[in-house]
């Protein structure tokens, strides 16, 4: 069993020298994962998640020479308001400068105004999230050209490099404990990441995720399974550095 932990990249204790100071401690003390998590805006009302977020992507790449071992994850990115070229380029590129570190968490968002302001219309996150899975692959591809036609997002005979550095690129799990997310998980997936459920809840959704997965002549034992224990194992740990959480 392997653990990973989630870097204080967010709310009132988020800044550049504890980032670096919590990943290198992480990393010496047997953690073999660092992760981050998204939002770009937050409206101001919106409290319970805090309002300082350092970007997913440059926080990895920032923490990725300081930490030279541990996997760098996003749990997750929300695909829907970015432009998944764009995203494709920047997993990439990190991807191939740490070496093929690099596990990619990707969901629909779940804040309506965030997504609104930034350009996605909520009302069709899951469509753009299906198709931003797929650009993602496609221009992953070992493939010179690429080209694609989608709904929300067309090229043709375009090149993407550098290529990841893992063949096909990083893992995609996908984040979100509803049916959509469950079926999301079964056709396009690589793997899973439910937020703080019960074992007797992931042990419910597994069992329907594997129907799903069946259905479509995909083996279970393709995709993977990430627990998240919540804030609970993220104070012990903040508290095992000898620093106090602030909320």
Request: net charge positive.
């Amino acid at each position: 069993m392997q653990f990973g932990v989630m870097l204080p990249h967010r709310w009132l204790y988020a800044a550049g020298n504890t980032i670096a100071d919590f990943a290198r401690e992480a990393e010496a003390l047997g953690y073999t994962s660092l992760w981050v998590t998204d939002h770009v805006i937050v409206p101001s009302y919106r409290t319970e998640r805090g309002h300082i977020f350092y970007e997913a992507l440059t926080t990895l790449a920032y923490v990725s020479s300081l930490a030279t071992r541990c996997r760098l994850g996003v749990a997750v990115l929300a695909l829907p308001p970015r432009n998944a070229v764009l995203v494709a380029k920047q997993v990439a590129t990190l991807d191939a400068l740490s070496q093929g570190r690099v596990l990619l968490g990707v969901g629909t968002g779940w804040i309506e105004e965030e997504l609104r302001y930034l350009g996605a219309a909520w009302q069709q996150r899951g469509p753009m999230l299906d198709e931003a899975i797929q650009v993602l692959r496609t221009l992953w591809s070992d493939e010179a050209a690429n080209s694609f036609a989608g709904r929300y997002t067309t090229f043709t005979d375009i090149t993407c490099f550098p290529k990841p550095a893992q063949p096909g690129g990083p893992k995609l799990l996908v984040g979100g404990m509803t049916a959509p997310s469950l079926r999301r998980v079964a056709t396009l997936g690589d793997g899973w990441i439910p937020w703080a459920v019960s074992p007797q809840e992931r042990s419910r959704m597994v069992w329907r995720g594997s129907g799903l997965m069946a259905a479509t002549g995909r083996s279970s034992s393709s995709v993977s399974c990430l627990r998240t224990l919540g804030r609970t194992l993220w104070n012990a740990t903040w508290a095992s550095l000898g620093r106090t959480i602030r909320s």
